[in-house]
């Protein structure tokens, strides 16, 4: 069963640290493209952003230079490194992989359950 389990969320000050973690077990996500969303109450769900198997980031603009996301293939674990955090970053945070490859086939598009960031003083 392909699992993608999220852990570091919380309440944080404005300016403060977090780091989130998914842990993704079932199959192999070597050559996937994984990701970190979030959705703030009444709004669409948005990347904020996303590696390649290869190590390419990407991010949202509202997240430059303050976030960074990663990854180690060999522990199908991604991370993202959130600092200066600001109040509009509170949202719900979900970890996202386009594919994962069991038992010879691709299976696509698989989430976490999602952890609540909350930055508020």
């Known amino acids: 069963q392909v699992q993608l389990v999220e852990s570091g969320g919380g309440l944080v000050q404005p300016g403060g640290s977090l780091r989130l973690s998914c842990a993704a077990s079932?199959?192999?996500?070597?050559?996937?493209?994984m990701g970190w969303y979030r959705q703030a109450p009444g709004k669409q769900r948005e990347l904020v952003a996303a590696?390649?198997?290869?190590?390419?980031?990407n991010y949202a603009d509202s997240v430059k230079g303050r976030f960074t996301i990663s990854r180690v293939n060999a522990e199908n674990t991604i991370y993202l490194q959130m600092n200066s955090l600001k109040p509009e970053d509170t949202a719900v945070y979900y970890c996202?992989?386009?594919?994962?490859?069991?038992?010879?086939?691709?299976?696509?598009?698989?989430w976490g359950q999602g952890t609540q960031v909350t930055v508020s003083s």
């Open positions: 996202n992989s386009d594919r994962v490859l069991i038992q010879g086939r691709w299976f696509y598009d698989y």
């Open positions: 079932g199959g192999i996500f070597s050559t996937s493209i």
């Open positions: 590696i390649s198997s290869g190590g390419s980031t």
